[in-house]
């Protein structure tokens, strides 16, 4: 059975930094791509950036690029995504997700999602 288990929320203020943790068992992460998404309060859930199995091709809705950077440990089956400069609108609850599809591009869809943690809040106080 395959879980992730999310790490590292928190309040910060408007320009400060987190680092989020996605921590998977059950299978290798270097067996999937992973992602990121999101979900602020009332909306519905967005995609923030993804990772392709190696770890070697990334992608990033437009308005976190240049602010959050998105890894992978293999060796320590944890996908972190780090995120500067942060706002008030990136308040919301953040997930991750893994793909097995072995080899597909880093994608933003939802659906091509197979595996999802529980969610982990970041506040970002202005």
């Known amino acids: 059975q395959v879980q992730l288990v999310e790490s590292g929320g928190g309040l910060v203020q408007t320009g400060g930094s987190l680092r989020l943790s996605c921590v998977i068992s059950g299978r290798p992460i270097s067996l999937y791509a992973m992602g990121w998404f999101r979900q602020a309060p009332g909306k519905g859930r967005e995609f923030v950036a993804a990772i392709n199995w190696s770890g070697g091709s990334t992608s990033y809705e437009d308005s976190v690029k240049g602010r959050f950077t998105i890894s992978k440990d293999n060796a320590k089956n944890t996908v972190f995504l780090q995120m500067n400069s942060l706002k008030p609108e990136d308040t919301a609850v953040y997930y991750c997700?893994?793909?097995?599809?072995?080899?597909?591009?880093?994608?933003?869809?939802?659906?091509?999602?197979?595996?999802w943690g529980q969610g982990t809040q970041v506040t970002v106080s202005s």
């Open positions: 997700a893994a793909d097995r599809s072995l080899g597909r591009a880093p994608t933003s869809k939802e659906y091509e999602y197979d595996y």
